[in-house]
């Protein structure tokens, strides 16, 4: 019995898609525990390219069966398009996708608020998915849950009142048109009849499944350092991507949770505004995004690009408890002379004990830097650790000391192929 999670080690956008795809060949059962359809996973096989946003990357592997928790806030337009989208090429959900019944519902409502809020001053940087609207009605204990969905008369009540409360404010303080109560109830029975056939007790499921000795590959999205405790606050997600929203998310007790695997980029990225020490505004910037093809999967925006951040990683394993990692898009430093590795922060000159969270802090800080020979040279398609060159190895073995990581996986390159395991 082995129950994983993996957790994305920086601000998201880490390859997550990928490893979940690499690392499912292992398991029998993958659950994304957290997050909404504002999360990107892309994985490449052969000449096709997936992207997916709510279904766990597992699909892709034949036999694995795919669960949505009840940390997970479930736009239904989102993932129609997704079942539909893997039937046309073939891949079929139907017994191998499960839905928490305690999952969380995005209402038409929650996007419209989340545009209108990051359309006015005070950004973060949302996707405008409506997840962070979704979540405050969770924690206001007025949100509308899959559960909610099989009993047509309380769904119609529970939508109603709600939709009073969020008209008026649309009406009162946007100026913006009300929105029809019928349509949006109508719509929502008619995802019902659509979904009920993946409809899952999840906790009892996973669990049983624990006891029968299945593995268990438990799927975070975003990263930990938008993990909304626990990360930079206020330019965080609306959950908990680090390691323990992976029992809150899904049902499973901590302890029965038996290794935490992280994965993070062989540089830094950010999509959204925030503190960014190592963040590069300049040509070399420019050019980690172009040779990375930093552009959101969900999104398209570029994304911000900098340096690799060893003290942030160091951060991120104390709180996600991180044995191993998979290090993501090695191959892009490739095209560097030379290659800088934050190791450390200073702060009116002195050198700091731990990472900030604080964004006033962490906004002022200075990265301190070592700086490495670069390797120039195609390595996509070295098919082991032995077959890299000697300083792209001093390059990993220099980011794990300093980052106290355990490299497990390596990836070279978008596709299956262009990966390997570390012994």
Request: charged letters at 25%; one cysteine or more.
């Amino acid at each position: 019995m082995k129950v994983t999670v993996l957790v994305g080690s920086q601000w998201g956008d880490e390859g997550k898609g990928k490893i979940v795809d690499i690392l499912s060949a292992n398991y029998d059962i993958v659950v994304r525990y957290q997050g909404g359809a504002n999360a990107g996973h892309t994985v490449a096989i052969g000449d096709k390219q997936y992207i997916l946003h709510l279904i766990p990357s597992g699909i892709l592997r034949e036999g694995v069966i795919c669960v949505i928790g009840n940390g997970v806030v479930i736009d239904p337009t989102a993932l129609l398009e997704e079942i539909e989208l893997l039937e046309k090429h073939g891949i079929s959900v139907e017994g191998r996708l499960f839905i928490s019944h305690n999952a969380h519902l995005i209402m038409p409502y929650h996007k419209l608020l989340d545009s209108i809020s990051e359309s006015g001053g005070n950004k973060i940087g949302t996707t405008g998915r409506g997840i962070g609207p979704c979540y405050i009605d969770k924690y206001a204990r007025k949100g509308i849950r899959i559960v909610d969905l099989l009993n047509r008369k309380i769904l119609g009540e529970k939508i109603r009142e709600n939709l009073k409360e969020k008209n008026n404010l649309l009406k009162k303080v946007y100026e913006h048109a009300e929105l029809d109560v019928d349509s949006i109830i109508e719509q929502y029975e008619a995802f019902d009849d659509a979904i009920d056939k993946y409809i899952k007790d999840v906790p009892a499921y996973l669990n049983a499944a624990i006891t029968e000795g299945k593995s268990i590959l438990l799927e975070g999205a975003q990263g930990a350092l938008l993990d909304v405790d626990h990360g930079t606050y206020p330019f965080v997600t609306s959950s908990n991507p680090t390691s323990g929203g992976a029992c809150t998310g899904t049902g499973i007790p901590p302890t029965k949770i038996t290794d935490v695997f992280g994965i993070v980029k062989a540089y830094t990225t950010r999509v959204g505004n925030g503190p960014f020490p190592t963040e590069l505004l300049d040509e070399v910037g420019e050019k980690l995004r172009t040779a990375g093809a930093e552009f959101g999967a969900t999104t398209g925006r570029p994304r911000r690009c900098g340096w690799f951040d060893a003290f942030l990683v160091r951060y991120s394993s104390l709180i996600n408890g991180t044995d191993t990692v998979a290090i993501t898009k090695l191959d892009v430093l490739s095209h560097f002379q030379e290659i800088k590795v934050c190791t450390g922060y200073e702060l009116n000159g002195k050198p700091l004990k731990s990472f900030p969270t604080d964004v006033e802090k962490l906004a002022n800080v200075k990265p301190i830097y070592e700086t490495l020979p670069g390797w120039n040279t195609d390595i996509t398609k070295c098919g082991s650790y032995g077959e890299l060159p000697e300083a792209t190895k001093n390059y990993l073995s220099f980011i794990a000391k300093e980052a106290g990581l355990k490299p497990g996986i390596i990836s070279v390159g978008p596709k299956r192929t262009q990966t390997f395991f570390v012994d």
